[in-house]
C-alpha cells in the first residue's frame, strides 16, 4: 500500500456500487482491506493515457467467487484524483444472504 500510495492524490475521489470515499487516507484503508479478500486479478484489457485509464479486470476472491470489473482513472500531476469502480454486485449481494 505504501507503492500504491504514491500515486494517489490526497483529495481523491472514490465511487463503487457499493460506496463513496473522499480523501486519501479512507480511499487506501478501502482498496487495503478488500485485497485482502482477493486471491487473483487476471487483466481483460487496460486503455489510457497521460489524464486517464480504464481497466477492465476479473478479479478473484474466495468468498464471492469471480468479480468482473471496470475500473476508470483520472489521472493530474501523476497522481490519480478520481476512481470510479463499476462491478456487478451480485455476487457480493449473494455471499451476504
Known amino acids: ?7 494517489v492524490a ?14 486519501a487516507h ?3 484503508e478501502a482498496v487495503g482491506q478488500f485485497a485482502q479478500a482477493v486471491t487473483g486479478v487476471k ?6 493515457n497521460d489524464q486517464q485509464a480504464l481497466v477492465m479486470y476479473e478479479m478473484k476472491t474466495a468468498a464471492m467467487g469471480v468479480l468482473s470489473a471496470a475500473d476508470h482513472f ?15 454486485t451480485y455476487p457480493i449481494r449473494a455471499s451476504q444472504l
Do not use: W
Open 43 to 48: 487483466i481483460i484489457s487496460a486503455l489510457g
Open 10 to 23: 490526497d483529495d481523491i475521489q472514490f465511487e463503487s456500487p457499493m460506496t463513496r470515499l473522499s480523501g
Open 26 to 28: 479512507d480511499y487506501l
Open 1 to 7: 500500500m505504501a507503492s500504491a500510495a504514491q500515486y
Open 74 to 88: 483520472v489521472i493530474a500531476d501523476g497522481r490519480i484524483t478520481t476512481n470510479k469502480l463499476v462491478f456487478d
